[in-house]
């Protein structure tokens, strides 16, 4: 079974500053795709960005890219130019044929 | 936009009682899908299913079943709540099939707190 690892259990930037947000994960498929998703507090969960395994160009959103290591199974998120917004849980996620796993999460907060 | 609604943000209930949470999409998605999501575990897969009457067994099926009369809804039981179900539960929708349709979207979730 795929695993997702999120080993930064809580990380905190100064607003206008850049955050990388690490995630490996475990699998011996070839095609998969990967996401990075958004929680804010008391709010719904939703997609900043997802990376298709089979493009080696890393994917990027206004602010946010991730470096897409296919290799060494590594997916970190960038947050450039953080603002108090992005403060939210962040979850990574791997899926396959429909079957989406998550990551343990990783609370960032965004300090004025 | 895709909507996934819940019945309800905030539940409290005692133990023993069935508890019913209610999930609805609104974009005509084929999967849907019941996670319960802890501080420290991430998201955990309950049930999910693939089409109206459909339902397969996540990681942690015990202590929950489903029930998907409507391709829109999809509906998670507790027949017989316990403390240990306290926790925040997330319903999801996606489409059928493979490439970026395996993008699933939440629901705002729903923080049961069994007494």
């Known amino acids: 079974a795929q695993t997702v690892t999120q080993s930064q259990p809580e990380m905190s930037v100064q607003e206008a500053e850049t955050v990388t947000l690490s995630c490996t994960y475990d699998t011996s498929e070839n095609n998969y795709y990967l996401f990075w998703y958004k929680q804010p507090p008391s709010r719904q969960m939703i997609l900043v960005i997802r990376?298709?395994?089979?493009?080696?160009q890393n994917a990027t959103e206004n602010r946010f890219s991730v470096n897409f290591q296919k290799a060494a199974k590594s997916f970190s998120l960038k947050i450039s130019d953080s603002q108090l917004g992005d403060t939210a849980m962040y979850f990574c996620?791997?899926?396959?044929?429909?079957?989406?796993?998550f990551g343990a999460g990783t609370r960032l907060t965004v300090k004025p | 936009d895709v909507k996934v609604t819940q019945s309800s943000r905030y539940l409290v209930k005692r133990t023993g009682e069935k508890v019913f949470l209610e999930c609805v999409q609104d974009m005509d998605h084929e999967n849907m899908f019941w996670y319960r999501q802890d501080p420290g575990l991430g998201l955990r897969l309950i049930y999910f299913s693939y089409d109206v009457k459909m339902k397969e067994k996540g990681d942690i099926p015990e202590g929950y079943s489903v029930s998907r009369e409507k391709k829109e809804r999809f509906s998670l039981i507790l027949e017989s709540a316990s403390t240990n179900q306290t926790s925040m539960y997330l319903c999801?929708?996606?489409?059928?099939?493979?490439?970026?349709?395996?993008?699933?979207?939440f629901g705002p979730g729903t923080r049961l707190t069994v007494l």
């Open positions: 990376q298709e395994a089979y493009k080696q």
């Open positions: 996620a791997f899926s396959l044929n429909n079957d989406m796993r």
């Open positions: 999801a929708s996606s489409l059928m099939g493979r490439g970026h349709y395996n993008e699933q979207f």
